[in-house]
């Protein structure tokens, strides 16, 4: 389980960086106005951490080779 817990881990970390900077991106080029900059930067981020922890986390566990 505690490679599992690395891969999720990493995952997220990953994912985090990718969202932060695709959110950031896509803020500017759609133009949002002011704070909403903030929130939606921060829902790409969260979301694309989930989404790439979750698959790190489910390929650690196929990796790993154990049957749990």
């Known amino acids: 389980m505690a490679q599992v817990g690395a891969g999720v881990a990493v995952g997220s970390a ?28 921060g829902r790409a981020t969260v979301s694309t951490a989930v989404a790439f922890g979750l698959f790190m986390g489910a390929g650690s566990l196929i990796h790993s080779g154990r049957s749990y």
């Open 14 to 41: 990953m994912g985090g960086a990718v969202g932060a900077c695709y959110g950031t991106f896509e803020a500017f080029r759609h133009k949002i106005p002011g704070l909403l900059k903030i929130r939606y930067i």
